[in-house]
T-cell receptor
C-alpha cells in the first residue's frame, strides 16, 4: 500500500521554508526521499530508518516518527534548485520493494 | 561517478509487439529494480531482482512482463505483447544491498510509447 504524501503541491519564494509529509497505514521500516526534476530520473535525498539512523545529504533534514508511521522532509531557506517533485518511498521489511507516494510538487520562484 | 545506464532512451512500438528495455546497473551493485512512471504520475514499483531471481513483484508485473540478467552486466525488462497502457517512462535502478538502508540509483529512463 502506497504512502500518502501531503501537501500535493507547494509554491514558495526563494528563502522560504516548506515541510512535506509522508504517512503510512502500515508499519514503517525505512523511509526514502527522492527528488525528481521534470524529465529526469529520481535522485536520492535521504533514508530514515527505524531506530533513528539517517543517511543522506547534509543540507536536507527529515524526521521519522515510528509511532505515528510518518516522516517529514524539511526544506529550509529554499533555493530555485529545490524545485521538483518530491517522492517518499516506504520499504517492505525485507527491503526488496520501495513503494512511492504520489509525490509533492515544489515550485520555488525568485 | 558510476551511474545506471538505460537503452534506448526512447522506444516507439506497435501494440502487440514485444519490447526489451535494457539497463546496465552500477557494477558492484547486487540488487536491481524496474519502476515505471506514467506521464505526470507517481513512480510505480514493478519488480526487484537479486541473485538471478525475482525478489518481489507488484500487481502490475503480470505474465506479460519478464526480467533477465543475460550476462554479467545487463539487466533487461521484456514486455511480451505491448498494450497502449504500457506507454510510460521505465526506470531501472540498482543498489548495493537491499533497499531497506541503501539508496537506489536510478537510470535516466526509457520512454516507451505504444501506438
Amino acid at each position: 500500500q502506497q504512502p500518502v504524501q501531503s501537501p500535493q503541491a507547494v509554491i514558495l519564494r526563494e528563502g522560504e521554508d516548506a515541510v512535506i509529509n509522508c504517512s503510512s497505514s502500515k508499519a514503517l521500516y525505512s523511509v526514502h526521499w527522492y527528488r525528481q526534476k521534470h524529465g529526469e530520473a529520481p535522485v536520492f535525498l535521504m533514508i530514515l530508518l527505524k531506530g533513528g539512523e539517517q543517511k543522506g545529504h547534509e543540507k536536507i533534514s527529515a524526521s521519522f516518527n515510528e509511532k505515528k508511521q510518518q516522516s517529514s522532509l524539511y526544506l529550509t531557506a529554499s533555493q530555485l534548485s529545490y524545485s521538483g517533485t518530491y517522492f517518499c518511498g516506504t520499504s517492505n521489511q525485507a527491503g526488496t520493494a520501495l513503494i512511492f507516494g504520489k509525490g509533492t510538487t515544489l515550485s520555488v520562484s525568485s | 561517478e558510476p551511474e545506471v545506464t538505460q537503452t534506448p532512451s526512447h522506444q516507439v512500438t506497435q501494440m502487440g509487439q514485444e519490447v526489451i528495455l535494457r539497463c546496465v546497473p552500477i557494477s558492484n551493485h547486487l540488487y536491481f529494480y524496474w519502476y515505471r512512471q506514467i506521464l505526470g504520475q507517481k513512480v510505480e514499483f514493478l519488480v526487484s531482482f537479486y541473485n538471478n531471481e525475482i525478489s518481489e513483484k507488484s500487481e502490475i508485473f503480470d505474465d506479460q512482463f519478464s526480467v533477465e540478467r543475460p550476462d554479467g552486466s545487463n539487466f533487461t525488462l521484456k514486455i511480451r505483447s505491448t498494450k497502449l497502457e504500457d506507454s510510460a517512462m521505465y526506470f531501472c535502478a540498482s543498489s548495493e544491498t537491499t533497499g531497506l538502508n541503501t539508496e537506489a540509483f536510478f537510470g535516466q529512463g526509457t520512454r516507451l510509447t505504444v501506438v
